[in-house]
């Protein structure tokens, strides 16, 4: 017995709820890889970038590349960020090996 005389309680046969929280794992951003329309660069070379970098059909890379010769702009893809970053180096540097302005960015979805 405790001093004030009630038995001490040390919490032994006592039960509890023990929660467990699980920590929210959070997709990654994803972010969108366009194409920006030029007057210089050959539409055949946009189509083999779609193709190579995109893993784009043929006809699915040249309604892509219709769309930024008519738009302005087009998509090639949504992509984790160091995928997209890694497609829009390879799009520039082929296209500065080439000697083609073409223009790739990437952008938040």
Same mark, same amino acid.
């Given at each position: 017995?405790?001093?004030?005389?009630?038995?001490?309680?040390?919490?032994?046969?006592?039960?509890? @709820? @023990?929660?467990?929280?699980?920590?929210?794992?959070?997709?990654?951003?994803?972010?969108?890889?366009?194409?920006?329309?030029?007057?210089?660069?050959?539409?055949?070379?946009?189509?083999?970038?779609?193709?190579? @970098?995109? /893993?784009?059909?043929?006809?699915?890379?040249?309604?892509?590349?219709?769309?930024?010769?008519?738009?302005?702009?087009?998509?090639?893809?949504?992509?984790?960020?160091?995928?997209?970053?890694?497609?829009?180096?390879? @799009?520039?540097? $082929? $296209?500065?090996? /080439?000697?083609?302005?073409?223009?790739?960015?990437?952008?938040?979805?």
């Amino acid at each position: 017995m405790g001093a004030d005389g009630h038995e001490d309680d040390d919490g032994e046969g006592q039960t509890g @709820v @023990v929660t467990k929280t699980r920590p929210k794992t959070k997709r990654p951003s994803l972010y969108r890889v366009l194409l920006l329309n030029d007057d210089y660069t050959p539409m055949e070379f946009v189509i083999l970038i779609l193709m190579e @970098v995109f /893993n784009k059909s043929q006809d699915d890379a040249t309604q892509i590349m219709w769309h930024v010769h008519n738009q302005g702009v087009g998509e090639c893809g949504v992509f984790p960020y160091e995928v997209a970053e890694t497609k829009v180096t390879r @799009v520039m540097d $082929a $296209a500065r090996r /080439n000697q083609h302005p073409l223009q790739c960015v990437m952008e938040k979805q």
